[in-house]
């Protein structure tokens, strides 16, 4: 079945600083990924949807310039949290679908953020 | 855009008893709706899906049922066990983007 492998899997970080989150399919050609976040004990919630070679599209309410991503290639895209603060503390999962075929999204394992 | 309601929030069930999730949705042009289970730490894992033209689809002890005139659709799990504790979610896809409901937590009681 299709892999979606993300990295790292946990991160701790100081208040300021930046994150980068990768996510990589691993046996097919991504051209959507999808990032969620997800706060303990909530349902996921879709931050973006990055397209190979074009800008993502961000949800109402998630800051374009907090969080960038970039989806540089049909394998692998990343998040990059800007500045993070405590309250950006959350669990990131990238997904990831195949061209043109409405199927189930393909998950990454997670990565956990904390920022003190 | 899309909404997902899910409910109950929360289900205890006694192993061996049937556990029913129920899901709407109101965006009547999304037409595939996947079910996940998560357990705690981890991503949500595909149990089941079903797409707008199918009323019912069934896989061993895991059946989903879709009503696309009501524009809801339920996650039924029978002869539970206790290894089927976890948070379940119900998510609809409409626009090439996936909704999520806001989640059941199942606790199976051997």
């Known amino acids: 079945g299709a892999v979606v492998s993300q990295h790292p899997s946990w991160v701790i970080c100081k208040s300021g600083t930046s994150v980068k989150i990768e996510c990589r399919s691993l046996d097919f050609q991504a051209t959507t990924m999808f990032w969620y976040r997800q706060f303990p004990k909530q349902s996921l919630m879709l931050m973006a949807t990055?397209?190979?070679?074009?800008?993502?599209?961000?949800e109402q309410g998630v800051e374009k310039d907090k969080f960038l991503i970039n989806h540089a290639s049909l394998t692998l895209s990343t998040l990059t949290v800007t500045s993070a603060h405590p309250e950006d503390s959350s669990f990131y999962i990238c997904?990831?679908?195949?061209?043109?075929?409405?199927?189930?999204?393909?998950f990454g394992n997670g990565t956990r953020l904390t920022v003190t | 855009g899309e909404n997902v309601e899910q409910h109950p929030s929360t289900l205890s069930v006694q192993e061996g008893d049937s556990a029913v999730i129920k899901c709407t949705y109101s965006?009547?042009?999304?037409?595939?709706f996947p079910w996940y289970k998560q357990e705690l730490g981890k991503r949500p894992q595909l149990i089941i899906d079903i797409r707008s033209n199918v009323g019912e689809k069934k896989d061993q002890r895991i059946a989903v049922t879709l009503n696309k005139t009501a524009k809801h659709f339920s996650l039924h799990i029978t002869e539970t066990q206790p290894e089927d504790s976890a948070v379940y979610f119900c998510a609809a896809e409409g626009g090439n983007k996936l909704t999520f409901g806001g989640g059941t937590r199942v606790l199976v009681k051997p």
């Open positions: 965006d009547s042009a999304s037409n595939y």
């Open positions: 990055s397209n190979e070679g074009s800008k993502a599209t961000y």
């Open positions: 997904s990831a679908g195949r061209q043109g075929y409405n199927s189930p999204l393909h």
